[in-house]
Structure formats: structure tokens, C-alpha cells
């Protein structure tokens, strides 16, 4: 137990904060946790919008084999995530009609990939344990699990940046992005370049998990994805309203998932993360079915549009 | 379980030879190993069926997700010490389960409500999974284990479970498999002729997380997919005819599975990089084979399926 839950529980989570953010990762776990979440809530709506999920989860382990690829050959990790992610946006798009292939295609695609993943794992920590020693295995489960707190200065400072490229670049075609994605024929009649939409999207998207990736971990990029998007569907049915609110239930899952693997150091932060993000899901399932049921018991009542 | 990663498997003492017939029967000479050719065997058979139906109606995902449970399957079930077997299949027939129950889409059309549900299935159990490895201590180096697979330590008492709920699978899948094929190829016309739908996706649910559960305690989470998906999309290329891409499956799914564990044995690398190279092998092949007989125009057109190029 720490700080933050003796403060808790003396009535001043105030002075707890305090403490946490005294302490440098915590505050830079904040700061590139709170940009990336913002980034992957609005990229994870034009997914789930998109009905891309699928492809966001075949990313998730692109990501994996990516990173592990790099580690295998000695570079840095986040060349080869960032390297893996963005070619594989772009084939998939190149790959599919409009940008949407098969999920057979994809499903056989990315199997192999993870396939080369578990390759490299094995060349990474066979290969080099003379160098770096027994911490090799570790660094394959952080790929797939998250590290937020192991972020250093310089890696905070390139993930901040890239996540809030990512934030402007999808503010900036959300607008035509939305159009498209609602309704490609009628988008393309009207003269939108929906093709290239879909492929600058994929690589957005490519770019958001491989930042994901270093937050949550390789494994769990659907968490701030698919679930965000989610609630935010739940909450209303009005697009951009729904896109804010799922870049806001990201972040709040960020805030809200660190400060509770800070006051409970047994949890890790990614659990907790996907803990608090999955359980704003059931509360607003919870509830909305609810009020549903309530609402279509009301004579005359036709459906909230 | 034993948490062995794979790499130390070329460590018998043994080498590759290009006698075919000697390197089978020294493979063979270890019990381990012939337990896990008979474990592989059996998983490959009911994955192969079970994968069919699963590309038939084109729930790969669905498929995927249930494949990632059976990690915080196992590593729960050790965590509170019992047998891994037992969280497999708990952790992968709940979670079918919770996903049969998910809300379908309502309100917007595009907007994909079951999809998002799935994903966030998946990231919670995985999350679950990474929870309960940290909690217990000193189990670090079986995570990879329980990712991405090790033949070694099958047990007698494995084999026979494995058996027997794969015969179980199976024959529930041959008793529904007519009306389910219907279902999958057109549901609003099954429904329409008494056919019931929902229930039957349900039960296929629940069958693709026993099969799932099966094949991960050989290939690690991470890789069911890959005889699950692979082997059926590659039959799906070669034969529009029902019966004979479903026998084709299985053929595929077990040549996978033999030619990967051989290879396994004599390497360092882990048995699921060859069972997945080997079944994308397969895949692309099937494609090669499909393309070039279609542009040579000798089947004219295949079956009602789209054929997405």
C-alpha cells in the first residue's frame, strides 16, 4: 500500500495527488498517457464506425512482431513498431476493396505475423542474453503488456508529440472522414477522395497503436480503441458528440487507471487502465438498457434518434 | 505445464536428416513427443471442423478473441492452483457466453456496437491474464509458455481430455451441422423455414471456445488462430463443394500440425512460428492456385460465397 491509499482513506485524495504527481514517471505516464489515450479515443471511433475492429486487432499484434523484429536486430523498439504498424495500414488498404479486405485475408495475415513474432521472441532471447542478460524475456512481456511507467524523458517527449500529430491529423479530415465513413457512395459521388481517406485513416491508425503500444501494451490496444468508442456510442447516437466523448472516456480511463495502480502497487497500470475503460462500458450498458426498457414502456414512444 | 519456451527443444541430442523414415521413428521414440503428435493430431482435426464453420460465417474475430482467453484461462487457473486444464475451458466457454449475449447493433446501421463488445472482451481477459501473472510471482518466464505454446510435458491425462471433448465438439457439430450450414448461408431464409438461428449461433459460440481451449494448451494463446483460420481459408480457395473443403480442412489442419511439430523438434524455434508459416504456406498457395484457375477461366464461377479480390 502507498501513499495515495493512506490518503484515501484519511479523506484527502487532494494531498495524494500531491504525492503522486511529485514523483517524475508518474507525471510523465500522465502526461504521454493522457495524449495517447486522447489520440486512440478518437482514431478507436472511426474504427469501431468503420467496422475496422478487426483490423485494429490484427495491428495490436503487428505491433508485437514489430517491436520484437526491431529488438532482435538491435535497434530501437519503436522503429520497428511504428515501421510494422504504418506498412501493415497501408497493405491491408492496398490489399481490400475501398480499403476494407476481407477479414479472412486479415485473419491469415496477421496470424503468420504473430507467428514471426514468437519467432523473434525466441531469436531475442536466446540470441542476445550474452549481452543484455535475463532482462530479454522481460522486454517481450512489456511489449505485450505495457510499460507506461517505464517511460524515460526523451520517450515521453516523442510519444507526446506523435500522439498530438495524431489528435491534429484526424481533427483536421474528421469532417470528410465522418462522411465517408456514414456513407462511402454517396461520399464519393459528392467528389470526397474516399479511398485515400481509408488509406490515410489505416495509417493513423497504425501510428495510434504503435503509441498505444507503449502505454497499455501490444495486447491490449483494443482497450482504448474499441471500448471508449463503445461507451461513447451508448452515451449518444450524434457522431461528433460521440467522438469527443470517446476521446474523453480514453482519458479518463488513463487518469483514472494510473491513480489506482499508484495507490495499489500489486496492480499493474495496464490492467488497471482496461480495468476502469471496460467498467464505464457495463455501467453505461447498465444503465442505458435501463432506460430503454423504461422508455419503450411509454405508449407511443418510437426510439431515440 | 512445464514453462519450457520452446528453446530448448533441439537440445535431445538429435539432428535433421534427409532419411524421412528415421527422422519420423526418431521422433517417435520419445513418449513426449508421441503425445504430442497424438495431442496435435486431435486439436487439428477438431480445429479444422470447428475453423470451417468459423470462415463459413466469417467470425474470425469472434474466433480470435476466445483463442486470447484461454491465457487468463491458464494462467488464473494457476494462480489459484488448479489444474490449467480446467481454466482453459472455463475462461473460453464464458467468455462465448458473454459474446452470444452481447447487444447487437441497434440505432445507427454502420456503427458496430458487437464488434466493439468483442474487443473489449478480448483486452479485458488479456488484461485479466497480464493481472493474474503479475500477482503470482516468479511465474514470468511461463508467460511466454502460455503465449505462444510448448509441446513438451503433454500428459497421458491431457490426451485423453483433449480427446474426449473434442469428440464431444465434434459430434455436437454433426448433429446441428446441416441446420447450421443453412443458418450461416442464409439466415433470414433459415429463420423464415423454422430454422433456429440464435440458438444455433449460440451453440456454435460455445463450440468454438471448446476448440479454442483445446488447441491453445499445444499452440499458446496467441496462435490457435492460426489452425483455426488458416487451414479452412485455404480449402475455402481450392473447392466451392461443402463436404470436400471441410475434408480439406482437416487434411490441411493435420499436415500443419505433423510438419510443424517435426520441425519443432529438431529446432530451437518455437512450434508455433512453423505451424503458422506452414499454414500460411498453404494459404497462399490456395490463393496462387485459385487466381491463376479463374484467369485460365476453367471454373467459370464458384459458389454463391463473394469473392472478395
Redesign the interface.
Known sequence: MSVLAAHLASGDPIAGIGHMLALPFEVRAYVAGTLIAAAAGLVGYFV????Q??T??ALS?VAFTGALAALAAGIDLRVGLFAACVIFGVAISAL??AGR?????????F??I??????F???Y??GASGTAGGNN??S??NV??GSIFGLTNGQTTTAAVIAAGVIVAVVAIARPLMFA??DAVVAAARGLPVRALGTGFLILAGITAGEATQAV?A?????????P??TA??LT?RPFRALWASAGIAVASIWIGLAISYASS???P??AI??V??GM?VVT?TAT?VTSRRLSSVPGYQ??? | MTSDTGATTGASGTSLTWNVSSDISQVLSFHFMVNAVRAGTIIAVAAAVIGWFMVLRRQSFVGHTLALVAFPGASGAILLGVSATFGYFGFCIAAALLIATAPHSQGDIRFSEESAVIGTVQAFALACGFLFVSLYKGFLDGITGLLFGSFLGITDYQVITLLIVALGAVAVLAVIGRPLFFASIDPAVAAARGVPVRTLSGIFLLLLGVAAAEVSQITGALLVFALLVMPAAAAEQLTARPALSLALSVGIGLAVTWLGLGIAYFSVYPVGFFVTTFGFVFYVTAAAVRRSADRLGRRPNRSGIPVTT
Request: proline content about 3%.
Open positions: 469501431v464506425l468503420r467496422s475492429v478487426f485494429g486487432d499484434h481490400g476493396r479486405p476481407d477479414d479472412i485475408v486479415i485473419g491469415n495475415v496470424a503468420w504473430l507467428g514471426l513474432g514468437a519467432l521472441l525466441t531469436v532471447t536466446t524475456a522481460g517481450g512481456v505485450l503488456f465513413s456514414i501494451g495486447l491490449l490496444i483494443l482497450g482504448l480503441l474499441a471500448t468508442a463503445a456510442q451508448r447516437t500489486s496492480v499493474p495496464s490492467f482496461l480495468a475503460s471496460t462500458y450498458l438498457t426510439g431515440e434518434r
